[in-house]
Nanobody, 123 residues
Framework: VQLQASGGGSVQPGASLTLSCTIS????????VGWFRQAPGKEREFVAF??????SYADSVKGRFTISRDNAKNTVYLQMNSLKPEDTAVYYC???????????????????WGQGTLVTVSS
């Protein structure tokens, strides 16, 4: 199973970005997919995850970020609006075939990871 994350970039506060995570080598519909991020000097933190449809979000991004999936394209998206400097981080997507709701916010629950894409929010 391979995950390819893309879509990062450098933007100003208030701007929007959409990250993509394309999964190959497995049955896409079986995966729950999460997004995590890691800022310099900080631990990796949960951002959002999605199962078949509908997402769950960290409080810090709720109302600004939207996670979605396109099963026909084997891709999960993270639409990020109203970006803030504190959103600056490397964003990683991760996949798991095990869906335990109480564990989905923890990186160790995910068996498969993408390489990360850098998002920089700065004026």
């Amino acid at each position: 199973v391979q995950l390819q994350a893309s879509g990062g970039g450098s933007v100003q506060p208030g701007a929007s970005l959409t990250l993509s995570c394309t999964i190959s080598g497995g049955t896409f519909s079986r995966f729950a997919v999460g997004w995590f991020r890691q800022a310099p000097g900080k631990e990796r933190e949960f951002v959002a995850f999605i199962r078949r449809s509908g997402g769950s979000y960290a409080d810090s991004v709720k109302g600004r970020f939207t996670i979605s999936r396109d099963n026909a394209k084997n891709t999960v998206y993270l639409q990020m609006n109203s970006l803030k400097p504190e959103d600056t981080a490397v964003y990683y997507c991760a996949a798991s075939t095990s869906i335990i709701l109480s564990s989905m916010a923890y990186p160790q629950h995910y068996a498969y990871w993408g390489q990360g894409t850098l998002v920089t929010v700065s004026s």
